[in-house]
């Protein structure tokens, strides 16, 4: 990185400065380092190991390696050594064209210890390149007669190369008539001209062939070579001369347009063509030449334009008086204007900013403001100042610059853009002022969240809607601008019913529109609540939440369902429902009689039910409750009423409009259980069947249950066998339920009735020793009793084991004495 002395007695302090500079360097996270253009890949630039204090058994360990970031690696770092070397043939011309110094960076990570190194390496110059010409033959038209001395620009060479290696000396050869001479440009750059150092005379040579070398500074030197061809052009004697070499004028700024400021003249010795002069501006600098007019044939320069002082205090012009024979004289006028106090202070706007963001710090430059006042004295002094009510302020910045900065924070949505009047005054009496307007907009920051139009929402939605219906909008806005503003909707999760939320309902990310997915049952699902997010687009995002409350509202959508009279094998009969009664003929009125239960699955008013006895075979014998379902006597049976009533009521809901349902009653009014029987097997027969033929289907009946009975009894007798044989249980003499009377239980398939005002469940097993006896309450209740599980054992009444396949099913409902005194008597 350094180099030594050259002399001995320095070497030492020389490398001891290296190593400071090196240590100082690496603590400091940078190491430098210098290397040629153009050397072979693999090449040493660095021992970075060492220059960072790495041990080379731990440099594997430590996990040293380059950083990739994208671009093209020009350097390598080698695992074992820890050296620094060229990934690549490294060309300086190509990486730093316009650059003096050329400089490449690359950066190593030290994983271990999470550290990062910048490393810069500067590519020094080789004399890789020639000088070069844009053009390599130039050809120039000379008159004879031009004057030695006279000079002529000539093309610069260019080389890519830097310092001693570009372009350092030309040199002319070809020609004794013709020398070089090279002038020092602005940047230090070499430009050539050619200089006439004898009189040409085209008799001689109508043609002189020069070449002009340019060099380098390198070591070995390169060049480069043009050649030029200079024409001699025939002879004219005399060129036009001015009276004046510079020409001076003086005018005030107020002077009238159309004057003539001064002419220009100039003499040609010789006679005809060649001693006719025309004048011609040569060189127009500034606006001269909108201001000034030049006449060709008298050498006249009038005014065309106003003067302004403050636009232009001094102009320049050069003049050219040529003859007819292309010879030529050139002089120049500096024409100065004097000043005239006429003019306001002049700001003009140097640099401003069209935006800034709302969280620029307070201080932050927004403009930067050039005042003038092109007036002397007093009238010149100028005093800035801000209109009043902005967050902004003027600062005095350099000589006639201000600084327009920003007083404290901005907020964009308080004021979105700013128009700042700058204003300037002079000190002349009256003051003459002017005004800067600085149109500033304020960007955005995404420093809102989301703002809901409500606290809360919620909407009532009719159950059995159509899926993809419209439930509500939500509606959310955000203070911000453009993306940051940008407000998307999204609901969180949830579930509902066990199923997630997003299956019931979804929202419109960009109208905040909740639809329902699905279509909803009241009887399922009566409320859903949910949260609805709005994020803006910024970043990071904000977002806000709220909640929407989803009521189902009730439709009457469901029928009164009947649950007693239970639903009857016979419903291919025509009949929704059917239940048979039994009622003796000696009921009192008013005597209930059976009670029909019904539920609606519906709410409120759509599940208020009423019971209405729309069709009987005796319309005036009986009634029904209308809100309580039971059906009693309206009067006392007579003998002329049939013994088979029956009875068809109509339970309704008060929904809009009304559903309703049926219920068949069969009042069966009888004696005794013959004529019960009797009465049952007519309803059983098919109208206008003989009654020889019912009588025939009786007997088979009978038979047929008999023959059940015998082999359950034989069933029953070898499965209490096998249990003798194998516990020896007690004897089957049990069986009979002790201490309740036969009389208080009759039955038949299909036909209930209740003895007492209480009812009786009775449950026998196969195993004689197990009963169950369970008394419930009144049976004016409006809960009917619960009907045994399928899989326990049906209930076997009465004492007398030959009834049980008769009365096993029989259940009666009674409300008074002497039925049962009837019943006991059949």
């Known amino acids: 990185m350094c180099a030594a002395g050259r002399r001995w007695g320095r070497r030492e302090r020389a490398l001891l400065w290296c190593v400071l500079v090196a240590a100082w360097e690496a603590a400091w996270g940078q190491l430098r380092y210098s290397l040629s253009e153009e050397m072979p890949k693999g090449s040493f630039v660095g021992d ?14 430590s996990g040293v390696r380059i950083l990739d970031r994208g671009r093209t690696q020009y350097f390598a770092l080698h695992g074992k050594t820890g050296h620094l070397v060229t990934a690549e043939r490294i060309d300086r011309e190509q990486l730093c064209r316009l650059v003096e110094q050329c400089v490449l960076r690359c950066e190593v990570i030290v994983e271990g210890e999470m550290q990062v190194y910048g490393i810069e390496v500067e590519i020094t110059d080789i004399n890789d390149n020639a000088p070069s010409f844009q053009e390599a033959e130039t050809e120039l038209r000379m008159s004879e007669m031009t004057a030695p001395g006279s000079r002529f620009p000539l093309a610069e060479a260019h080389d890519p190369d830097v310092g001693r290696n570009s372009v350092q000396s030309y040199a002319l050869s070809g020609d004794e008539h013709f020398s070089l001479a090279v002038q020092a440009g602005p940047g230090g750059d070499q430009r050539p001209e050619l200089v006439l150092a004898k009189a040409l005379d085209r008799e001689e040579a109508a043609f002189h062939e020069l070449v002009l070398r340019a060099s380098d500074g390198g070591e070995p030197a390169r060049t480069g070579t043009a050649r030029i061809r200079v024409a001699v052009l025939d002879a004219n004697d005399n060129a036009p001369v001015f009276s004046q070499a510079e020409y001076t004028v003086r005018v005030p700024e107020d002077v009238p347009v159309g004057s003539t400021l001064v002419t220009l003249t100039a003499t040609d010795a010789d006679e005809g063509l060649n001693g006719d002069i025309k004048y011609s501006l040569k060189k127009k600098k500034d606006m001269a030449w909108q201001i000034f007019d030049l006449e060709s044939e008298t050498g006249a320069i009038t005014l065309v334009r106003s003067l302004d002082f403050e636009e232009g205090d001094s102009y320049e012009l050069e003049v050219q008086a040529h003859d007819g024979g292309g010879l030529s004289d050139t002089a120049r006028i500096a024409i100065t204007v004097t000043d005239v106090n006429d003019n306001a202070p002049e700001l003009r706007v140097s640099s401003a900013l069209s935006a800034i963001s709302e969280d620029a710090p307070s201080g932050t430059v927004v403009a930067l403001l050039h005042v003038q006042d092109r007036d002397s004295g007093a009238n010149g002094e100028v005093r800035c100042s801000l209109d009043g009510g902005v ?3 003027l600062e005095k910045s350099f000589e006639d610059y201000y600084r327009v900065v920003t007083a404290r924070e901005l907020d964009r949505e308080e004021v979105a853009e700013y128009n700042v009047t700058v204003r300037a005054a002079d000190g002349g009496s009256p003051a003459l002022w002017s005004s800067a307007v600085l149109a500033l907009r304020v960007l955005d920051v995404n420093d809102n969240a989301p703002v809901f139009a409500e606290a809360r929402y919620s909407a009532r939605l009719p159950e059995n809607n159509a899926a993809g219906a419209l439930v509500l909008t939500v ?11 940008r407000v998307r909707y999204r609901l969180s999760e949830g579930r509902v019913r066990g199923a997630p939320l997003s299956s019931y309902v979804s929202v419109q990310a960009e109208t905040g529109a909740l639809y329902a997915l699905r279509s909803f049952d009241y009887e399922e699902v009566r409320e859903v609540g949910l949260w609805v997010r709005a994020e803006d687009g910024g970043a990071p995002a904000r ?14 959508d469901n029928a009164p369902q009947v649950l007693y009279p239970p639903a009857a094998a016979a419903a291919a009969a025509g009949a929704g429902w059917a239940g048979v009664e039994l009622a003796p003929r000696s009921a009192e009125p008013g005597a209930l009689v059976a009670k029909v239960v019904a539920v609606d699955a519906d709410a409120g008013q759509n599940a208020w039910l009423s019971y209405e006895l729309a069709k009987a075979t005796e319309p005036g014998l009986f009634r029904v409750g209308l809100h309580s379902g039971e059906v009693r006597t309206a009067r006392s049976p007579l003998a002329r009423d049939a013994a088979r009533q029956s009875l068809v009521v109509v339970v309704k809901d008060h929904g809009r409009p009304a559903l309703s349902a049926t219920a068949t009653l069969t009042v069966v009014l009888a004696e005794s259980v013959t004529e019960l029987l009797w009465e049952l097997g ?8 003989p009654a020889g033929s019912l009588t025939r289907w ?104 030959a009834a049980l396949p008769v009365l096993s099913g029989l259940n009666f409902n009674s409300r008074s004495e002497d039925q049962e005194d009837f019943l006991n008597d059949g």
């Open 48 to 61: 970075v190991a060492k220059d960072l204090g790495l041990e080379l058994p731990a440099l594997r360990d």
């Open 391 to 393: 967050p902004f302020r």
């Open 475 to 485: 509606r959310a806005t955000d203070a911000d601008w453009g993306q940051n503003a």
């Open 543 to 556: 977002s806000s939440n709220v909640s929407v409350r989803l009521v189902i509202v009730d439709e009457n």
């Open 682 to 689: 007519s309803a059983a027969a098919a109208p206008g069947e």
């Open 698 to 801: 009786l007997v088979v009946a009978v038979a047929a249950v008999s023959c059940l009975f015998l082999a359950f009894l034989l069933l029953l007798l070898a499965l209490r066998l096998r249990r003798w044989r194998r516990s020896q249980l007690l004897p089957a003499g049990s069986g009979a339920l002790r201490g309740v009377p036969a009389s208080h239980f009759v039955g038949i398939d299909g036909v209930r009735a209740f003895l007492h005002s209480y009812s009786h469940e009775v449950s026998l097993t196969a195993d004689s020793r197990k009963s169950q006896l369970r008394l419930s309450g009144g049976s004016c209740c409006d809960t009917l009793p619960a009907r045994p599980p399928p899989d326990e054992p049906a209930p076997l009444l009465g004492e007398d084991p």
